[in-house]
C-alpha cells in the first residue's frame, strides 16, 4: 500500500488539467460548470441517480465520472445516496412500469427546487424499448424533464457538457 | 400486436436446432429429464416458454454436452421442474407471467415479473386485459420474537439498478433475505417476435449493457448456427479481442468497487483508472467505448487497424505491469482481508445444483467455462487457465476474478499475435427456404449466457430467449448473506454483481 499512497503523493494526478484555452476539454467544461453552480447553488449541486429500467450501460458511464480522470467532486458535483439530499435526478432507462411508482415517489421525495435531466436514449423517448407492453416510454411521460441528454449511452464527455448545458440554461 | 399474431402458419414437421438438435419429448420424458436435474446426473441451463410448449437446455457429463428438449403444453401446463429441482422455480414463474403456462404442482405459485402494472396478463401469448394497477406480493414468512424486517429498493442508495430486498434481522444477523425482481422488465421477449435481425441483434446488445459484446455474440452466434453462416477467421478473433476487454474492463471495475464497499477507497480509486484506460482504448480501436453493436450476424463492423495494434500492446503491458501491484494491494491490506475472508459463503453443493456460471461459481468448485466446455472458435486454438477456488467467500471470487484478468491478458497477447487477415464479414444471404432454428453458449464476464432462436426464412425473429448468468447466481445470494451481518450486503452483492436487466428483461 505505501508504494501507491508514495506514488500518490509524488506523481502529478491522472485528473485531466484545469481549465485550458481549449474550450471542448473535460477541464474546461468541469469549470464552467463549477462555476455557473456556485453562482446559482453557492457550491452545491447534490445528484441523485436513478434506474428507470436502464440496461445498466448509463450508469457504467455515469460512474466513470467518479473516476480520476474526470473526478467530478472537484467541481463541486457529487452524487448523493438519497433523493431528499438532492438538487438533481439524473433518471436512466425508458420507464418500465415496474418502476415508474417508484420514480414518482423518488420525485416526490426530492426537496425543491428539483430539477430532472433524462440521461440516454431510452430516457428520451423509450429507445429500443419504446413499443413495449412493459414501458411507459421516456421520463418526460412521468415527471417533468429539463434536460436531455443523449446517447446509448453518452461517454463521460457528453454528460459533463449536458450538465454544463443544464445549469446554463437554469432559471 | 401480440406475438400469436405474429406467428406465421405451423411447421410441417419440427425444424432442427442448430448446432444442438431440439427433442421433442412427452411428459414421462420431461419428468425423467426433472428427476435427473434433481439427482445431479445434469445441470439445468434454461426452461423458457412459448404460447403453446416450454422447452428445456441441459448439460450433460459428456458429449454432446447441451441438449435441448421441449414439451407441448395443449391443457396450457406442463409438469413443474421446479418442484424437484429449485433452481427452475422462477424460471417457471416467468414462463407463467410472459406465457400463461402454468407449472403443475409447484410450490411457489407467485408471480415473479409480473407486478400487476402492465395492464395485460401473460403478454406474449394471448393477451388479457386487466384494470388492476399493482399486485400485492406476500414475502416468505420468518417468525421469532426478536426478528425485525428490513426492506430496501427498488431505489438503492448507490448508482445501480432496481431490485428490491426484504431482509429479516436478528439485530444485526440476517436470518433471511428475499429478492423481489422484475422492475426492469422491458417485455425483450415479446419486442423480440417479429423483429428484424437488426433489431433484434440491437435488442439482444441492450439486454445487460456491461455485457453487451457477450450478448451481441452470443446472439450472433445462434443466428449463425441457425443460418449455417462460416465467420471469417479475422472476425472470430476481433470478437474475441473485444469480448476479453469487456471481461478485463468488467473485473477491474467490479473488484475497486467490492473494495470501495468495504471503505478502502485506494482499490476504487487505482482499478478505475485501468478500467477507464481499457474504455478508452475500445473507444479508440471500435468507436465505442462499450464497444455496443460492433459485432453482426456473419462477422464484426469494424476493422482494427494497425496503429491500435500497437497501442493494445502498450495498454496490455501496462496492466501487466499493474495487476500484480494490485493483487498485492488487495491480498497485504489485512483490514480488507478482515471483511472480505469468510464473508458471504457459497458451498460447492450449491454451486453445482445451481449450475451456477461465473467467478461466483468458479469461486464454490464449479469449474465451467463455455470458452473451454462449449469451446466456440477461436478458443479452442488458444492457452488459457479458468480461476479456480473451493473456498467460496467474497474473498475467493476477489482471486479468482484476477486469475481471470491473468488469462485475459494471456489470451488478448495471442489474439493480437495471431490476428488473421482478411475480410471481417461473412456475405451470406437468407435461404427463404423455411424456418430455422439456433443455439449458442457464450462466456460473459458473468458468467455462461445461453441464447435460442427460432427465425423465419425471411430473416424475422419468431422467438428468441436470452438468458442472462445471474438467473442461477440471484438465488445464491440469498443463501450467501445469511448468517452475515446487514451492513455486509453491500459487500456480499457486489462479489456477486449479478445483472438486474439481464435477469429482468
Known amino acids: 500500500m505505501q508504494k501507491f499512497l508514495l506514488q500518490g503523493l509524488l506523481r502529478r494526478a491522472l485528473t485531466e488539467p484545469a481549465p485550458t484555452p481549449t474550450p471542448t476539454s473535460i477541464a474546461e467544461l468541469g469549470y464552467t460548470l463549477g462555476r455557473t453552480a456556485r453562482q446559482k447553488l453557492g457550491r452545491s449541486l447534490s445528484i441523485r441517480e436513478v434506474d428507470a429500467g436502464s440496461c445498466n450501460g448509463c450508469e457504467l458511464e455515469i460512474h466513470a465520472l467518479n473516476n480520476a480522470y474526470y473526478d467530478l467532486e472537484r467541481f463541486g458535483l457529487r452524487f448523493v445516496a438519497s433523493p431528499r439530499h438532492a438538487d438533481v435526478l439524473l433518471v436512466t432507462g425508458p420507464v418500465t412500469k415496474n418502476m415508474r411508482e417508484a420514480l414518482e415517489r423518488t420525485y416526490a421525495a426530492t426537496p425543491d427546487p428539483k430539477w430532472v435531466i433524462a440521461v440516454g436514449d431510452c430516457a428520451f423517448d423509450g429507445g429500443v424499448y419504446c413499443e413495449s407492453y412493459a414501458c411507459v416510454g421516456g421520463v418526460a411521460n412521468v415527471v417533468p424533464v429539463d434536460l436531455h441528454i443523449r446517447g446509448c449511452p453518452p461517454d463521460p464527455t457528453t454528460l459533463l457538457k449536458g450538465l454544463i448545458a443544464f445549469v446554463d440554461t437554469m432559471s | ?505
Not at chain 2, 23 to 40: N, Q
Not at chain 2, 78 to 105: C, K, M, T, W
Not at chain 2, 137 to 155: C, D, K, M, S
Not at chain 2, 292 to 306: C, K, N, S, Y
Open chain 2, 1 to 505: 400486436m401480440n406475438f400469436a399474431s405474429k406467428q406465421i402458419e405451423a411447421q410441417p414437421s419440427p425444424p432442427t436446432c442448430l448446432p444442438w438438435p431440439r427433442e421433442i419429448v412427452d411428459r414421462a420424458g420431461w419428468l425423467a429429464f426433472a428427476e435427473s436435474l434433481a439427482k445431479g446426473a445434469r445441470e439445468l441451463l434454461s426452461l423458457w416458454g412459448e404460447p403453446s410448449s416450454v422447452h428445456m437446455a441441459v448439460l450433460e457429463e459428456r458429449q454432446p454436452r447441451l441438449r435441448i428438449v421441449s414439451l407441448e403444453c395443449p391443457e396450457g401446463s406442463f409438469p413443474s421442474v421446479g418442484r424437484l429441482h429449485p433452481p427452475a422455480l422462477r424460471l417457471e414463474r416467468a414462463i407463467r407471467d410472459l406465457y400463461g403456462l402454468r407449472a403443475e404442482n409447484a410450490p411457489d405459485a407467485r408471480p415473479w415479473l409480473d407486478h400487476g402494472r402492465w395492464g395485460v396478463r401473460h403478454p406474449c401469448s394471448d393477451p388479457e386485459k386487466i384494470d388492476s394497477t399493482k399486485d400485492s406480493y406476500a414475502f416468505l414468512p420468518a417468525e421469532g420474537e426478536p426478528l425485525h424486517q428490513i426492506p430496501v429498493g427498488p431505489v438503492h442508495a448507490g448508482i445501480i439498478e432496481p431490485g428490491h430486498f426484504r431482509f429479516s434481522a436478528n439485530g444485526e444477523t440476517v436470518v433471511r433475505l428475499e429478492e423481489r425482481f422484475g422492475f426492469v422488465h422491458k417485455g425483450v421477449d415479446q419486442l423480440m417476435a417479429g423483429a428484424s435481425i437488426e433489431r433484434a441483434a440491437r435488442l439482444a446488445a441492450r439486454v445487460s449493457g456491461d455485457s453487451t459484446v457477450a450478448y451481441n455474440l452470443a446472439f450472433s452466434q445462434a443466428v449463425e448456427a441457425a443460418f449455417d453462416v462460416h465467420v471469417p477467421p479475422r472476425a472470430i478473433y476481433l470478437r474475441a479481442l473485444m469480448a476479453e476487454l469487456e471481461r478485463l474492463a468488467n473485473h477491474f471495475g467490479d473488484i475497486g468497487a467490492i473494495c470501495n464497499d468495504a471503505a478502502f477507497a485506494l482499490m476504487h480509486a487505482q482499478c478505475g483508472i485501468v478500467r477507464e484506460r481499457i474504455l478508452r482504448e475500445a473507444a479508440s480501436c471500435f468507436g465505442h467505448r462499450l464497444m455496443m453493436d460492433r459485432i453482426a450476424p456473419g462477422g464484426v463492423v469494424v476493422d482494427l487497424e494497425q496503429e491500435n495494434v500497437t497501442a493494445l500492446f502498450t495498454l496490455i503491458e501496462w496492466i501487466e505491469l499493474m495487476t500484480p501491484r494490485l493483487i498485492a494491494l488487495f491480498g497485504d491490506t489485512t483490514s480488507l482481508q478482515d471483511r472480505t475472508v469468510g464473508t458471504g459463503y457459497v458451498s460447492e453443493a450449491l454451486a453445482k445444483q445451481y449450475a451456477c456460471g461465473g467467478y461466483v461459481g468458479r469461486a464454490s468448485g464449479r469449474t465451467f467455462d463455455a470458452r473451454k466446455a462449449i469451446g466456440y472458435a477461436p478458443y479452442p486454438q488458444l492457452t488459457f487457465e479458468i480461476g479456480a477456488s473451493k473456498e467460496g467467500d467474497v474473498d475467493a471470487r476477489v482471486w479468482v476474478r484476477f486469475d481471470e484478468i491473468k488469462a485475459s491478458l494471456k489470451l488478448l497477447r495471442q489474439i493480437l499475435d495471431e490476428m488473421p487477415e482478411g475480410p471481417i464479414i461473412a456475405a451470406w444471404a437468407l435461404p427463404e427456404d423455411w424456418t430455422r432454428e439456433g443455439a449458442a453458449l457464450v462466456e460473459g464476464f458473468r458468467g455462461d449466457i445461453f441464447v435460442w432462436l427460432r427465425m423465419r426464412a425471411d430473416g424475422v425473429v419468431q422467438r428468441c430467449h436470452l438468458r442472462d448468468p445471474s438467473w442461477f447466481q440471484w438465488p445464491l445470494l440469498e443463501a450467501a448473506i445469511k448468517d452475515n451481518i446487514v451492513a455486509d450486503f453491500p459487500l456480499c452483492n457486489k462479489s456477486f454483481n449479478c445483472s438486474y436487466s439481464g435477469h429482468d428483461l
